[in-house]
């Protein structure tokens, strides 16, 4: 597909035409104004907290906030909105462009479910293609999703860790030219170089997710980020809530997207690889087919799943189980700091000297 049909692409003949002539709520701090008594949001004066203005209804997108995030993401401000987590951010483009009953999206499998899960929620259909046997995408998927108004792709993907190199990702949103195309980069900060950030100026209708809960170790805080053109930030913004981000939450996001935060944000994603790395080799050992890990996890497929849950279970472990078929064999094992990934590892050592014995 030609890259000029995509760059003819325009957001607004895949919104819900309702939206086109909504005015979105205006909330207080939209209004916004000038002065030293603020009565007009119905807020308390009192501020019963040590946290300045937590009496005070939030900025919708606190500018702050926002501009760390530019910063860090090296895309303009303009084509940022913070959300409640990126799982905020799936529903909020499947409200924005997905007529309940009528729509669909499609996504590829197996990967998260929030995809799914959030189309269901709204009554949009969903066509789950599957990728291949390297976990890569189909061939033919471009003529498989019929008019799915929002494509799906998890890159790197959750739960196989797999990852779809940059050219293909580009491929894809070519191939999509009449819809929006969402790449979730939940765990990008764990393998950089895969981003596609980079395309959004020049890929009008490519979606980039972000969140700080997993490299920034914010999970608590539900915080993450849509990255888009112009048109579709424009059309987002009349059905998001008018107060997405917690005061709270900004403050900790900011201090998170510090150059400080970044340097350790950093130092603890080198950290979690060395002992990713180190919990791959051991489970290669004890017989596990292990996928390559470009996240923070590793999935590892066992010729005897149920004895490897028991063990783990028996130890107080507590990982990750799926009932996809295609990984009814699988455990996915998240990343920990060294003395729990020795304790892990241990566990598999244990069981490889009692199986030669």
């Known amino acids: 597909m030609s890259q000029t049909q995509v760059a003819t692409f325009d957001p607004n003949t ?21 002065g030293d008594i603020w009565i007009n949001a119905n807020e308390s004066p009192f501020n019963n907290s040590d946290l300045d203005k937590v009496n005070r209804y939030p900025e919708c997108q606190p500018p702050e906030l926002i501009n760390a995030y530019s910063s860090y ?45 959030s189309a269901a929620t709204f009554n949009v259909a969903v066509t789950a293609l599957s990728l291949t046997d390297n976990y890569q995408l189909p061939d033919a998927w471009p003529t498989q999703i019929g008019n799915a108004k929002v494509v799906f792709i998890c890159n790197p993907n959750n739960p196989t860790g797999t990852v779809l190199v940059k050219d293909k990702i580009e491929q894809a949103i070519q191939a999509a030219p009449n819809s929006i195309v969402v790449v979730d980069e939940a765990y990008i900060e764990f393998c950089p170089d895969y981003s596609v950030a980079d395309l959004l100026a020049q890929y009008p209708n490519l979606v980039v997710l972000r969140t700080l809960s997993k490299a920034f170790a914010l999970a608590g805080a539900r915080c993450g980020f849509m990255l888009a053109s112009d048109a579709i930030i424009d059309l987002v913004m009349r059905v998001i809530a008018p107060y997405p981000v917690p005061l709270p939450v900004s403050e900790l996001a900011v201090r998170a997207l510090s150059p400080a935060g970044i340097d350790t944000m950093r130092t603890q994603v080198a950290s979690l690889i060395e002992q990713g790395q180190r919990l791959s080799v051991a489970l290669t050992a004890y017989g596990a087919k292990v996928l390559p890990a470009n996240g923070n996890y ?15 279970s028996d130890s107080g472990v507590v990982a990750r189980a799926y009932k996809d078929p295609r990984l009814a ?10 003395q729990q990934t020795n304790l892990i590892i241990a566990l598999f050592e244990k069981a490889l000297s009692e199986s030669v014995a």
């Open 298 to 312: 590793v999935l590892a497929k066992f010729d005897d799943v149920s004895a490897a849950a028991k063990r783990l």
């Open 329 to 338: 064999d699988a455990i996915r094992f998240s990343f920990t700091n060294e």
């Open 14 to 34: 895949l919104a819900r035409p309702e939206l086109l002539t909504l005015t979105p709520y205006q909330s207080a701090r939209r209004i916004g104004g000038r």
């Open 73 to 117: 993401s090296g895309v303009k401000a303009s084509n940022i909105i913070a959300s409640r987590g990126a799982d905020e951010a799936i529903e909020l483009l499947i409200r924005t462009f997905c007529i309940p009953g009528v729509d669909s999206i499609a996504c590829f499998g197996p990967t998260y479910g929030m995809y799914s899960i």
